[in-house]
C-alpha cells in the first residue's frame, strides 16, 4: 500500500506540475482528478469483490449493497462538475474552455494521471490478497472528495475574486493545498 501511495503521489505531482507549466490545470481539474481517482478504485475493487463471491445470490446481494458507494460518487461528480466545472467560471471563457476539455477527456495530462493511475491500481490489486478487502460507504478518500469540495468552494468564492486570480495561470497555485491535503489523508498508516 505504502509503494502504491508513493507511486501515486509522483506520478500526480510530476503530470500536473507539467500540466501547470502548459497553463492546463485548473482547481477543477485537480478535484475532477481526486474524484476520477476515486470512481476507478471503487469500480476496480467491486470487480474484484464480485468475483469472490461464489453464487449469484451472493453476487446480487453485493451488488445491492454497493449501490451506496457509488450512489455517493454520482453526487460527488454532480456538484464537481456543475459547480466547480461550469458555475464559478462561467464569466471566464479560459477557465471555463478548460474545464470543459478535461470532461470531454480533450486534456492530456488529466488523461495521462488517469491511465497511469488505472494501470497502477490494477497493478496494485492484483499483487495484493484481496480476502479481506472491503468497500467502505464512506472512506478516507471521500473525506478528500469532500474537503475538497468544500475548500474549493472557499477559495473560488473568497480568494480567487480577492486577488483577481481568474485566469488559468493565476488560478493554478490554488491546488496546493488540495495536493496537500492528498498527500496528508491518503498516506498509508
Not at 65 to 75: D, E, Q
Request: hydrophobic share 55%; net charge positive.
Amino acid at each position: 500500500m505504502k509503494q502504491l501511495h508513493k507511486v501515486d503521489i509522483l506520478t500526480i505531482l510530476v503530470i500536473t506540475l507539467l500540466g501547470i507549466a502548459q497553463g492546463q490545470v485548473t482547481v477543477f481539474y485537480i478535484i475532477y482528478l481526486f474524484w476520477f481517482q476515486e470512481l476507478i478504485r471503487t469500480v476496480v475493487e467491486f470487480t474484484c469483490l464480485i468475483w469472490q463471491r461464489k453464487t449469484i445470490k451472493e453476487k446480487f446481494d453485493f451488488i445491492k449493497i454497493s449501490f451506496g458507494s457509488f450512489f455517493i460518487l454520482f453526487v460527488y461528480v454532480v456538484f464537481i462538475v456543475l459547480l466547480f466545472g461550469f458555475m464559478l467560471n462561467w464569466n471566464n471563457r479560459e477557465l471555463l474552455g478548460q474545464n470543459i476539455l478535461v470532461i470531454m477527456f480533450r486534456n492530456w495530462y488529466f488523461n495521462i494521471n488517469m491511465i497511469l493511475f488505472l494501470a497502477q491500481y490494477i497493478y496494485f490489486r492484483k499483487q495484493t490478497d484481496n480476502t479481506n478487502l472491503q468497500m467502505p460507504l464512506f472512506s478516507r478518500r471521500h473525506i478528500i472528495l469532500h474537503v475538497s469540495i468544500i475548500l474549493g468552494a472557499l477559495i473560488q468564492l473568497a480568494i480567487v475574486p480577492r486577488f483577481n486570480l481568474e485566469n488559468t495561470w493565476a488560478s493554478t497555485w490554488v491546488i496546493l493545498p488540495f495536493l496537500l491535503l492528498k498527500i496528508f489523508i491518503e498516506r498509508p498508516k
